[in-house]
């Protein structure tokens, strides 16, 4: 038996931080590879590092770095990536594809003897959840037309007949593209990964994480995280924003259950060379966060829609979870508890700034929101 050795990538952040904890309390030798991501980590190295983890301060693009971290470990829980809705284009390629690439190279040029590689995937690689016809059943719609959603249309239409589909839960066989730079990264990423294990003969799994959130999430990071932002927005006594109608659903998993997750990939051999939805199978309108948040706050502040949106978004994604239910898998914390525990760690944080506004000047001027050109209410 021995000590299991882990490698958490990005484990200051969110997910990798609870992974790195968890693997901590179940008994393994733990190291964390990260570069402190300034955007996410504005005021330096995290007091949440958990000092029993090796912690390295560096960077996954750097080849000799990731060779270090590499060293005696059995299983890499890769979870650094540059995330949101960034507008840097080559370097979501950099960090997340070649990054990833790059450790896939020194692991079989040195023969190292990793013996599991879970990759942190996302909903994101699917370009619209799954929908149903009232003609044609189970249709998986492509990304909706950016002139539909500067008409103010929101809905999904049926690729067949066009009519209007209802949300159903995505399963992993739907599609995969990448309609965002983020999207199409976390598709080289787990493709990478997985292919690479099958020719190569390591175990791997692609854990497609639903919307995370949960104490730690970057208050900072104002491209991610709708939790955060809303509870940000709220404490500054400022509307949370939906884009769109504001009812478009997200399947929200707590940051506890998907650092379970991972554990589960790890120890259990059913997940091995597979893309899973790690997700609550339940999708929840944007703008009843916003209204679940302002209640547990006690701060009465109603959401705003501004006819606004961001291209590329889907409408509507619920992770279809049978095959990491099959596995054992089932989330703990459900969406009110899980937001009464984010309140309480985001109240015990000082300076809790609105980076929101701020961050919106720099999407709308990128074109990365934009507005309906008629607003048809
Ligand atoms: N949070 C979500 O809702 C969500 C959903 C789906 C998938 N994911 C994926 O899960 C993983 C973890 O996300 P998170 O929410 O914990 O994000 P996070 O930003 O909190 O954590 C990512 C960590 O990676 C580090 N990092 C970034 N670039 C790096 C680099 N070049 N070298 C080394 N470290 C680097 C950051 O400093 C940070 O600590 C990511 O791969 C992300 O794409 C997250
Ligand atoms: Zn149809």
Request: with cysteine; glycine share 8%; proline share 6%.
């Amino acid at each position: 038996m021995g000590d299991k050795r882990a490698l958490v990538t990005g484990g200051a952040g969110l997910i990798g931080s609870h992974v790195v904890d968890l693997l901590v309390r179940e008994g393994w030798k733990v190291r964390i590879l990260d570069n402190l991501e300034p955007n996410t980590h504005k005021r330096g190295k995290p007091a949440w590092i958990n000092e029993r983890a090796e912690f390295i301060q560096g960077d996954i693009r750097d080849r000799a770095t990731v060779a270090a971290a590499l060293d005696k470990i059995d299983i890499v829980f890769h979870q650094a990536a540059y995330g949101g809705y960034m507008p840097e284009i080559a370097k979501y390629v950099h960090v997340n594809s070649l990054g990833t690439a790059q450790m896939l190279e020194v692991i079989r040029e040195k023969n190292l003897p990793v013996k599991k590689i879970i990759v942190a995937s996302s909903q994101a690689v699917y370009s619209e959840g799954a929908g149903e016809c009232p003609k044609h059943g189970l249709v998986f719609p492509p990304v909706r037309p950016i002139e539909q959603l500067r008409r103010g249309d929101w809905q999904v239409h049926c690729p067949i007949c066009g009519e209007i589909t209802k949300s159903v839960p995505t399963p992993e066989n739907a599609p995969v593209g990448g309609e965002t730079v983020y999207g199409l990264t976390k598709v080289d990423q787990e493709k990478l990964v997985l292919l690479w294990g099958k020719q190569i003969g390591i175990p791997t799994v692609a854990l497609r994480y639903s919307c995370t959130y949960g104490p730690r999430q970057s208050m900072f990071n104002p491209y991610t995280g709708v939790i955060a932002i809303f509870c940000t927005r709220l404490l500054n006594n400022l509307p949370p924003i939906l884009y769109e109608d504001g009812e478009q659903t997200r399947d929200f998993s707590f940051v506890e259950d998907i650092a379970r997750a991972n554990l589960l990939a790890a120890e259990s051999d059913k997940l091995d060379g597979f893309a899973v939805n790690v997700g609550s199978g339940r999708g929840v309108p944007i703008r009843e966060i916003a209204e679940t948040i302002s209640d547990a706050l006690k701060i009465d502040i109603a959401p705003e829609a501004r006819g606004e949106f961001r291209p590329g978004e889907m409408r509507h994604l619920t992770s279809d979870t049978t095959r990491t239910a099959a596995a054992g898998y089932k989330p703990h914390v459900d969406l009110s508890e899980g937001i009464a525990r984010y309140i309480d760690w985001i109240k015990a944080q000082s300076d809790v700034r609105d980076y929101f506004s701020e961050a919106e000047k720099i999407l709308k001027s990128k074109g990365i929101v934009h507005r309906v050109e008629v607003v048809n209410d």
